[in-house]
């Protein structure tokens, strides 16, 4: 590999991929030839490989600037495992660590640092001048642009990065830019005529669903019902409050679910704790508030619940973008209710930028509400266009239909003129339903001419119809007088019958398959593959413990499944397994392999034999010893002895130079010679006074086997 190593042998031998993804190989090229460059690739689409892998071909160092703590341990941790030398630099180490690895540094021991933007200031600017730097990545580049959603002041200093290495290639890289934020960060750190790579932001292994005003019981027993039929599998849920999310995960802990929560009010200790529970597997179901994910690098993140509406689309989908990175199926739920939208819009009142802020959340609603593929709004919405339906939305799996609404939106309309246009939508039902609550009795609704005239529908559907109502603009929702609802003009001519209109029928199809019916889609190939799964997650997790990394580090789920699946008997098989590259397939390789053979054995599945040879070639190219080799197989040393003399003399192997020296093979020679003896060793080793081992005698013979000299 020496001469030729290229950017394909690094992908494979550190991070056990066969290819790269679109877009990767090209940005990569483009850094090595010191171009700079910004790329725009979704959550879990494959960025950090962009710089990492130029990092292994550089002379030098490479730095990652990256905004939260827990990325960098995590990321440094992933690199480590996979045999590659990285540190971080933070707040969290004490003067002596940041020392000790400044050191490292200057002896060019690390490829990779990591650095919080703090640490970018003028003192640690001054020591990281002297080292030798090959290349700067900036992660979640956005953060450096008030234009982008999650602007951070510190980020604003990275600008000096450019000044400081003008001639040094840098590459910045996000998951959310629009068009303003990506000039933005272009400008700000000082990009010399850069290249601009944006990867599609489709993720087609999410599935997207949206379920509007199902009431909080209903919905904790939702909740419930869908993590308890994905057992092992962990997932985030959102919610817009702090309260909320203890609130959620109280109720989740009540019905036996495994849950932690999470939001910038607790301590920092508690927050860790928290997060590395969930990172580890500790705890499956994690209840945070948005402050939560962006330090998350956990690629089996199976589900994300919204439990609210989130502000703007760039949230919401950076959000579910966390789950799923290891590209398997993931689900995603948004619930969310109009005292959401309420709530917001009081946020939104009282911040800044107010106008782009409402502007945002009503598309965000619109997102909601819409009756067309969502994935072709939300690709549409960063500026992508979906050819075909995506079959993995609500709106896909379940048609809506349309109905004639005039008289159902007429009867709601006069019950709002009737009632003085002074109520919201839960009084405006209360009317249209007959409900003879104090408040409505008091106010003298129970007398008007529409009290009752819509008791036939449901709470929750009339919900659903009168924001469909607010969205096609019939109503409005006035929200400088106390968020009361006005029949707006166009709402106006429709009640006076001047046209029809149609609604979208509510669907009452059940949203998640029963249990009995999920058996039955899996046959029992895919059962004995599921099996296998949930039992080398078990020795994946005794790994994890023992080197104290999150599971995923050790193989992710992508991974995991495909060993799963494949079943491999042999270390061979295994090096084929994507994401298991030759430090991994050292590391864990034997152990995996042995652990699938007794578990097919104790199910009675008959395993194919594997190829004694080609086994000990596969361990021999990915560095094993010859005692090594013995050892993890359980097989004599003399025995793999014997493999390399048939492998050499078979030319899979083309020198024995690292086993036997020629004034070795001179000794064998003059005893063959002497014996006549050109197949059996014991007369040669007694010949040669038991000075020469066997295996040596072997190798020895094979080497004059294949020179013709026997
Ligand atoms: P991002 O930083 O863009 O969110 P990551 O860099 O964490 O994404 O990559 C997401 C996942 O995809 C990781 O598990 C990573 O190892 C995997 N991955 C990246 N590149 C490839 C590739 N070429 N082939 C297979 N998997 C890849
Ligand atoms: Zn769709």
Known sequence: MQATINPQDILKKHFGYEQFRPLQARIIDEVLNNKDTLVLMPTGGGKSVCFQVPAMLLPGITLVISPLIALMKDQVGALKANGISAAFLNSSLDNKEAEAIVQQCYRNEIKLLYLSPERLNATMTGLLTKLPVSLIAIDEAHCISQWGH??????????????????????????????????????????????????????????????????????????????????????????????????????????????AFYHAGMGSEQRNKAQEDFINDRVKVICATVAFGMGIDKSNVRFVIHNNLPKNIEGYYQEIGRAGRDGLPSETILYYSIGDVIMLRKFIDESGQKELNQEKLNRMQQFSEANICRRKILLAYFGETLQNDCNNCDVCKHPRANFDGTTMIQKALSAL??????????????????????????????????????????????????????????????????????????????????????????????????????????????????????????????????????????????????????????????????????????????????????????????????????ETMTLLNAGYSVEDIALTRQLQVTSIYSHIAYLYKNNSIESLDSYINESEIDRIRKAVKETGETKIITPLFVHLREEVPFHMIRLGLAFMEKAGEI
């Open 150 to 259: 999650d602007f951070r002041p510190e980020y604003t200093k990275l600008g000096s990065l450019k000044k400081q290495w003008p001639k040094i290639p840098l590459i910045a890289l996000t998951a959310t830019a629009d068009k303003i934020t990506r000039k933005d960060i272009i400008t700000q750190l000082g990009l010399v005529e850069p290249n601009v790579f944006v990867a599609s932001f489709d993720r087609p292994n999410l599935s997207i669903e949206v379920k509007f005003g199902i009431k909080k019981k209903k919905r904790i027993e939702e909740v419930v019902h869908f993590i308890k039929e994905r057992k092992n599998e962990s997932g985030i849920i959102y919610c817009l409050s702090r309260a909320g999310t203890e609130e959620i995960c109280a109720d989740l802990k009540q019905a036996g679910v495994d849950a």
């Open 417 to 614: 003129i009737r009632t003085g246009e002074k109520i919201g939508f839960n009084m405006l039902i209360d009317v249209l339903r007959g409900s003879h609550k104090k408040e409505i009795i008091e106010a003298g609704f129970d007398k008007i001419k529409t009290f009752g005239a819509g008791n036939e529908i449901s709470f929750s559907d009339w919900q659903q119809y009168l924001l469909q109502m607010l969205n096609l603009g019939l109503i409005e929702m006035a929200y400088d007088d106390g968020y009361s609802l006005k029949v707006s003009e166009f709402g106006k001519d429709l009640l006076y019958g001047k046209r029809q209109f149609d609604l979208v029928a509510l669907e009452s199809a059940p949203v998640y398959i029963p249990s009995q019916k999920r058996d039955l889609l899996t046959s029992n190939t895919t059962d004995l593959t599921d099996k296998l799964f949930d039992y080398l997650r078990g020795i994946r997790r005794e790994f994890a413990e023992k080197e104290n990394v999150p599971a995923y580090v050790i193989f992710s789920d992508a991974t995991l499944k495909e060993i799963a699946q494949r079943k491999p008997i042999a270390i061979s098989d295994m090096i084929h397994i994507n994401g298991v590259g030759e430090f991994k397939l050292h590391k864990y390789g034997n152990r995996f392999v042995k652990e699938i053979k007794q578990w097919l054995r104790s199910k009675d599945v008959r395993a194919p034999k594997a190829d004694t040879y080609k």
